[in-house]
Structure formats: structure tokens, C-alpha cells
């Protein structure tokens, strides 16, 4: 879920979901647009979700710096025996 340790303690210890439970609906939508949770379970969902997203899109991002670090190499063995460095 989140690698912070403060977090995940407060998700532990069900500080967290008194947090989303006690927060007050205004008109029926947040502040990212999406209508407001109904239910306690629906809020712990959302943020799990989000969290997931998140973690996915910090793996998607590694996974590119990879292939163009490997991009990289590739080239750059090809430019040394063109020039005669590498044999």
C-alpha cells in the first residue's frame, strides 16, 4: 500500500478510518471531483485503490528508466566499435 511507516501505523491502529469516517460530506463531492464516499468501507477502498495507483505508476516509472538505461548501453556499444574502441 504506502511505504511511509507513519501511515501505515495510522491504517493499523484504525486512526485513519475514524479520520475519513468523521470528516463531514459538503454537498456530495470532493475536492478531485469524484462524488463523496457513502459508506466507511467505500472511503477505505477509494484509498486503497489510490494507493495501488500509485505504487503501479512508481513501478511503471522504473521499469522505463530501465529499458532506456539498457537503450543506452546498447547504443553505446554500437558507437564504440564504430569507432573502434570496444574490439
Known amino acids: 500500500m504506502t511505504t511511509d511507516p507513519q501511515s501505515r501505523e495510522r491504517m493499523r491502529d484504525g486512526s485513519r ?3 475519513i469516517a468523521s470528516r463531514r460530506r459538503d454537498d456530495g463531492c470532493t475536492g478531485s471531483g469524484e462524488p463523496a464516499p457513502r459508506s466507511t468501507y467505500e472511503a477505505v477502498t477509494r484509498q486503497m485503490v489510490r494507493s495501488l495507483r500509485d ?3 512508481d513501478v511503471k516509472h522504473r521499469i522505463n528508466q530501465l529499458i532506456t538505461l539498457i537503450i543506452a548501453a ?3 556499444e554500437v558507437l564504440m566499435r564504430l569507432i573502434g ?3
Open 17 to 19: 478510518l475514524r479520520e
Open 55 to 57: 505504487e503501479v505508476r
Open 74 to 76: 546498447i547504443l553505446l
Open 85 to 87: 574502441v570496444g574490439l
